[in-house]
């Protein structure tokens, strides 16, 4: 039944200021994930393991994360994001302290910190789903782009802060230290995520009907009528239709690719920097973190290129060009970077080539949204997927190419990948929807 419950508008747009703390969760989620990275060599060195080994921990985060995302998807399209982040929070908080209490001196404790780290992935697999679900129930096609830039924005917002930070707590407090301040971050964030969020527009009591009115104008129903908003999101998935999709394989591919190189920066610049290229510690940490600073900037900035070009030249190129033009220079980038014979040009060439990967971000999960309408947080699970599956070859592959072949040639098998990754994108077509879709011309007021 239809009410109209008049609500002010607000100073600022309620969808952004919600945004903004998935910024925050999205950094603390990449903290969870990339402190290994810099408490790598203490670990190693405790628990009497190789770099290989090392990288095994990295590959069962991954493939926990990488398993998780499709049934991620469909939780965050049942229950809500609001619910599925918070109980994620909770959960990667868990799995992110028991890390620290896992004894080197315990029975099959190389197998204890695998199963642990499995874990966290699976827990972790929440986020990305539930805010591409997010972003779809709560912004117009226009702002899309944006968004996703500033969710993603903490990808390299907190992996740049985790070097850094991650370092001086080892140094002063000891490796177990910082996973339970990183546990005790994510249980926070997780909360103020809850207290604050609504699944949509239309039960925030905070939101005005203007900013109501812009949302629902554009938000699509699936094989629905469109006289019936209350049916939304509870529409049985079409896995024919999702299967069979070509843009979907072809994002999926391209999102290997593009995981198989972040997680070169995420698994192993630290690593590289002070291993490979001979700094100490708190350098190493201070030049590991550039990549990050760069993804930041690229994250945000390529959602507001997308958004831009998508205005005046259309869905697919806004899309889809950019992310082909990204991927192929990071591509080249890679091989300069891995060349250069003096460790600082080196650590801000690759650097560079990880800032221009991130303009590609955003396009992954904004096309999702463009072409799944409600079941973009099933879509997207899939396409993250990939990405996630790419990750995880890297963080056991690119040690075991680096000792029988060079780390150049570790570098050159990733630009390889992401050459790849940047000419499939050039298959993907946004306005073709994967399935029939009506928009919504009423809403309801579920306040909360």
Known sequence: ????????????PIRYLLVAWLLVLSAVAYLDRTNLSVAGIEITRDFGISN??????????????AGFQIPAGVLARR?????VLVVGG????????????ISPHAGQALLLLILVRFGLGAGEATMYPATSQFVERWFPVKERGKANGIIFAGVGLGSGISQPLVAAIILHYGWHASFWFSAAIGTLAGIVWYLLARDTPEQHPWVGDGERALIVAERRLSAAKADDPATYGKHR?????????????????????????????FAWMYIY?????????????????????????????GGVVSDWITARFGLRKGRCLLPAVALSSTAILLLIGSRAHDARVAA?????GAGVLYLAQSSFFAVSADIAGEYTGVVSGIVNMGGQIGGACTASLTPLIAKYFGWEMSFLAAAALCLCGGLVWLTVDPTRQMIPIVPVATTIDTPA
Do not use: D, H
């Open 348 to 352: 801000l060439i690759l650097a560079l």
């Open 79 to 83: 229950f809500g994001p609001r619910l």
């Open 52 to 65: 290989t080994r090392l990288g095994w921990l990295q590959s069962a985060f991954l493939i926990g994360y």
């Open 1 to 12: 039944m239809q009410t109209e419950t008049k609500r002010p508008e607000t100073l600022f």
């Open 237 to 265: 998935i079409p896995w024919s239709s999702v299967l069979r999709s070509r843009g979907i394989l072809a994002m999926t591919l391209a999102y290997f690719s593009y995981g198989y190189v972040a997680w070169i920066f």
């Open 90 to 101: 909770l959960w990667w908080g868990l799995f992110t302290a028991l890390t620290a209490v």
């Open 273 to 301: 920097m002070a291993t490979v290229r001979g700094l100490n510690l708190k350098s190493s940490a201070i030049y590991a973190s550039f990549p990050f600073i760069a993804m930041t900037v690229g994250c945000f900035s």
